[in-house]
């Protein structure tokens, strides 16, 4: 019986970054994480494209567009999405947090490319500044590194 072992190898991969822009405090330590992963574990810098968009709402929506469409006619390996949802004193947060990570979740089960998920949903500021900090204590990264193991079993299995 084959085993497969995990690979993060991103030499020839190409990856997108989608990004919600509200709470870019946050967001932009995310897409940091995520593309210095990316980097470090071989993607080059040029095969890295991140799109940012309003807010978690919308996360899925270009997620989507990047998965169907790629760029310039080539098909991305992986795409991570970004995004910080925090619980505030109505319902909105349960909405938004909720509605963003079920289309993140279609999108991971239809994906013909690896999809990573780095869009926090925390109870405070505090809950998420600690998940946007360095490494292995970054959401992004490990969205992106699952994101590159995931592309490099794909390869594996095949279309």
């Not at 497969?4 to 870019?24: C, I, K, M, P, Q």
């Not at 071989?42 to 095969?47: I, Y």
Request: net charge negative; with cysteine; proline share 2%.
């Amino acid at each position: 019986m084959p085993v497969f072992n995990e690979s993060t190898n991103g030499h020839g991969l190409r990856f997108a970054v989608v990004s919600s822009r509200y709470n870019d405090f946050i967001t932009e330590k995310l897409v940091q994480g995520a593309c210095q992963c990316l980097e470090e574990n071989g993607v080059a810098s040029d095969d890295i494209d991140v799109f940012w968009c309003p807010g978690a709402l919308e996360v899925p929506a270009v997620a989507a567009r990047a998965m169907n469409h790629g760029r310039d006619g080539q098909q991305y390996d992986g795409i991570v999405c970004c995004g910080c949802v925090i619980r505030g004193e109505t319902d909105h947060y349960t909405f938004v947090a909720g509605e963003a990570m079920r289309g993140i979740g279609a999108l991971t089960l239809q994906a013909e490319v690896a999809m990573g998920n780095a869009v926090l949903t925390v109870e405070n500021l505090q809950q998420a500044v600690a998940r946007s900090g360095e490494r292995s204590d970054n959401k992004g990264w490990e969205a992106a590194l699952a994101a590159l193991e995931l592309a490099n079993l794909f390869k594996l299995i095949g279309k």
